[in-house]
């Protein structure tokens, strides 16, 4: 991705905004800013910048790796290529549920967050839902030791259809941070878990 100061920046209105990158070689920060927004890496060959602010938003990813923030709401967010950041929140807002979807490569799902545990979603009734989780490849960042974080095996009601797979549970009473769904071949264990978190270090939880 290039440098934030280095894209052509454009800031949405408060209203519920439909917005479409253009241009086959130019990368773009883009704020929805209020509302429920989309917005969409149109035929962008460089990576973007996405930030959906507050709203329950929907933001999609082009062809190469994109930085994909979703802020405040349940917002969806879809990488379009290996490499991209994904990040549906970083507070402790209730009721937030996120939708993250892979690219089916290398991609970074930010659990870390600025609230007082340190984690993206701490309260009883938010979390994030991970698609195209692949094992051994993706990436959690985590922002605490990984003695805090507890994998279960599990199973998760999502727009009608049953998902299996396994929750990630954080902070002193183990709430749910986020679902990792499975697919049939692969299920979700411990050992396939790649992990950055703030000491530096990369490990397995």
Same mark, same amino acid.
């Given at each position: 991705?290039?440098? *934030?100061?280095?894209?052509?920046?454009?800031?949405?209105?408060?209203?519920?905004?439909?917005?479409?990158? %253009?241009?086959?070689?130019?990368?773009?920060?883009?704020?929805?800013?209020?509302?429920?927004?989309?917005?969409?890496?149109? =035929?962008?060959?460089?990576?973007?910048?996405? +930030?959906?602010?507050?709203?329950?938003?929907?933001?999609? %990813?082009?062809? *190469?790796? #994109?930085?994909?923030?979703?802020?405040? &709401?349940?917002?969806?967010?879809?990488?379009?290529?290996? &490499?991209?950041?994904?990040? %549906?929140? #970083?507070?402790?807002?209730?009721?937030?549920?996120?939708?993250?979807?892979?690219? %089916?490569?290398?991609?970074?799902?930010?659990?870390? @967050?600025?609230?007082? =545990? @340190?984690?993206a979603y701490s309260t009883a009734?938010?979390?994030?839902?991970?698609?195209? $989780?692949?094992?051994?490849? #993706?990436?959690?960042?985590?922002?605490?030791?990984?003695?805090? $974080?507890?994998?279960?095996?599990?199973?998760?009601? +999502?727009?009608?259809?049953?998902?299996?797979?396994? +929750?990630?549970?954080?902070?002193?009473?183990?709430?749910?941070?986020?679902?990792?769904?499975?697919?049939?071949?692969?299920?979700?264990?411990?050992? @396939?878990?790649?992990?950055? +978190?703030?000491?530096?270090?990369?490990?397995?939880?």
């Amino acid at each position: 991705m290039l440098a *934030l100061g280095a894209m052509p920046q454009t800031t949405l209105s408060s209203a519920n905004d439909t917005y479409t990158s %253009g241009g086959a070689n130019t990368a773009r920060a883009v704020h929805g800013g209020d509302g429920n927004d989309r917005i969409v890496a149109g =035929l962008a060959s460089l990576g973007h910048q996405f +930030w959906g602010d507050a709203g329950n938003d929907e933001l999609i %990813g082009g062809g *190469l790796a #994109d930085g994909l923030w979703g802020g405040s &709401g349940s917002d969806r967010l879809q990488a379009g290529a290996s &490499g991209s950041l994904l990040s %549906g929140s #970083d507070g402790a807002e209730a009721g937030e549920v996120d939708e993250l979807i892979g690219a %089916g490569g290398i991609d970074t799902f930010a659990l870390a @967050g600025r609230n007082a =545990l @340190g984690v993206a979603y701490s309260t009883a009734s938010s979390h994030a839902v991970i698609r195209g $989780y692949e094992l051994n490849r #993706d990436r959690l960042q985590l922002s605490s030791a990984l003695s805090d $974080y507890r994998l279960t095996a599990g199973s998760l009601d +999502w727009n009608g259809a049953s998902l299996s797979g396994a +929750w990630l549970s954080a902070g002193p009473s183990q709430d749910r941070l986020a679902f990792l769904e499975a697919s049939a071949a692969q299920p979700i264990t411990a050992a @396939g878990l790649v992990v950055s +978190w703030s000491g530096g270090a990369q490990a397995i939880v």
